[in-house]
T-cell receptor, first 115, second 109 residues
């Protein structure tokens, strides 16, 4: 149980384009989803927290207009990187928690490369 | 001041030995503690969670929690080469996970 999927697993795009990453909880209802970014040899950095049906809460320094997060249902959250630039190239990972638990289960991650 | 600190690595142990990982946290009010394993290029995978003082065992893994000392540890018994990874200690603060920097473990065959 507690499986989280992400799609796509990797994406290459041109600078200036937008990329959407999906995060799904497959066997539980995710009341809260989290989006992280991880650069090589660094720790995970929390970007934002989203609750179903509510606006996401962004961490300090994360541009909400650049990283659009939608949590439209209890099993799906999306992260859209708008007008991507090479410095946005990173490993994006989502996680989810279910009801009555604070255990976060992580998706497999999406590797974004912006040319 | 870092909220979660882990013993610096890397940690190299021979196959079959016990690997011991330590973690301290600063928020005395923290209630939930986690150990994740992260292989290179992969996302974190939950190994253990612990909420109460004492030991919790799951297979070859044992987590230990001492809230008075604000200390969490993970023991890996009978270490295998497949245990070679970075181990992340994480503590819940305000519904969010605070991670340690991680300890990289290498199990020598």
């Amino acid at each position: 149980g507690a499986v989280v999927s992400q799609h796509p697993s990797w994406v290459i795009c041109k600078s200036g384009t937008s990329v959407k990453i999906e995060c799904r909880s497959l066997d539980f209802q995710a009341t809260t989803m989290f989006w992280y970014r991880q650069f090589p040899k660094q720790s995970l950095m929390l970007m934002a927290t989203s609750n179903e049906g509510s606006k996401a809460t962004y961490e300090q320094g994360v541009e909400k207009d650049k990283f659009l997060i939608n949590h439209a249902s209890l099993t799906l959250s999306t992260l859209t990187v708008t007008s991507a630039h090479p410095e946005d190239s990173s490993f994006y990972i989502c996680s989810a928690t279910g009801t009555s638990t604070d255990t976060q289960y992580f998706g497999p991650g999406t590797r974004l490369t912006v040319l | 001041q870092k909220e979660v600190e882990q013993n610096s690595g890397p940690l190299s142990v021979p196959e079959g030995a016990i690997a011991s990982l330590n973690c301290t946290y600063s928020d005395r009010g923290s209630q939930s503690f986690f150990w994740y394993r992260q292989y290179s290029g992969k996302s974190p995978e939950l190994i253990m969670f612990i909420y109460s003082n004492g030991d919790k065992e799951d297979g070859r893994f044992t987590a230990q929690l001492n809230k008075a000392s604000q200390y969490v540890s993970l023991l890996i018994r009978d270490s295998q080469p497949s245990d070679s990874a970075t181990y992340l200690c994480a503590v819940v603060n305000d519904y969010k996970l605070s991670f340690g920097a991680g300890t990289t473990v290498t199990v020598r065959a």
